[in-house]
């Protein structure tokens, strides 16, 4: 088993789940792998943060829903963690007696152990540190617990395992300055557009006149002038000077 001790921000309810009292709560490692194998949620009375009983219900139904049998998580009190040593002691006692297949999650007011029965630990890590991330109850990030822990696990055998969840956020910036570059083009053409109506109008127009001047076919050119009576004159007494028949 791999075990790996993490600080958490717990965050959120401080309600007390109540299904038994204090002095019946479980205290030591055996004790609560008894209870943990016939029941994957326990919630100790004294803990802080800590969950309902309905609250620790809808943990339940995550579990069966997302990974039946391969989650177990127990919130106790810093007093029951402090007499194994803190949760890293706790959790290993628990270990001892429970068959960890999947990811055991123990968790006391500050911090919280997770032993592991697949190789790739790391993923156990950050998907438990971003479950317990930023604002939130405490029992909707052991809800996000539950989904980060069963997408991280590779499953009985497996090795491989679909990656955590991931959130993106998406680039608003570069949205807004593409939507505003569009808007200022499309506006831009609609101003230009009458302009280049007119234009094309008057060059419309100026073809049409240039057509108009042009002849049917070929290039117009003026008929030569009528010889007049003076210049027949003179070409007849040239050619009787010549010689020229008459």
């Known amino acids: 088993?791999?075990?790996?001790?993490?600080?958490?921000?717990?965050?959120?309810?401080?309600?007390?789940?109540?299904?038994?009292s204090a002095s019946a709560a479980p205290q030591t490692g055996v004790a609560l792998a008894g209870v943990l194998k016939d029941n994957p949620v326990y919630v100790d009375?004294?803990?802080?943060?800590?969950?309902?009983?309905?609250?620790?219900?809808?943990?339940?139904?995550?579990?069966?829903?997302?990974?039946?049998?391969?989650?177990?998580?127990?919130?106790?009190?810093?007093?029951?963690?402090?007499?194994?040593?803190?949760v890293r002691g706790l959790a290993r006692a628990i270990d001892r007696d429970f068959d960890v297949n999947g990811a055991l999650l123990v968790i006391d007011s500050a911090s919280a152990w997770v032993v592991v029965s697949y190789p790739d630990t790391e993923r156990a890590v950050r998907a438990v540190r971003a479950a317990y991330s930023g604002k939130g109850s405490f029992a909707d990030h052991t809800l996000e617990a539950v989904d980060?822990?069963?997408?991280?696990?590779?499953?009985?055998?497996?090795?491989?395992?679909?990656?955590?969840?991931?959130?993106?956020?998406?680039?608003v910036a570069t949205d807004v300055e593409n939507a505003v570059r569009i808007i200022f083009i499309v506006v831009g053409g609609l101003i230009a557009l009458p302009f280049v109506i007119v234009?094309?109008?008057?060059?419309?127009?100026?073809?049409?006149r240039r057509r108009n001047d042009r002849p049917g076919s070929g290039f117009e050119v003026a008929p030569p002038p009528a010889p007049s009576a003076e210049s027949d004159a003179q070409r007849r007494a040239a050619e009787k000077a010549f010689g020229g028949d008459d």
């Open 45 to 86: 009375p004294r803990a802080r943060p800590a969950l309902t009983a309905t609250q620790a219900e809808r943990v339940r139904l995550r579990i069966a829903e997302r990974a039946p049998g391969r989650i177990a998580i127990a919130v106790v009190s810093r007093e029951v963690a402090g007499a194994a040593g803190g």
């Open 148 to 171: 980060r822990l069963a997408a991280a696990d590779p499953g009985p055998g497996g090795e491989g395992g679909g990656a955590p969840p991931v959130t993106t956020t998406p680039d």
């Open 199 to 208: 234009v094309l109008v008057l060059v419309t127009r100026g073809l049409r």
């Open 1 to 20: 088993m791999r075990r790996l001790l993490f600080s958490l921000a717990l965050a959120g309810s401080l309600a007390v789940c109540v299904p038994a």
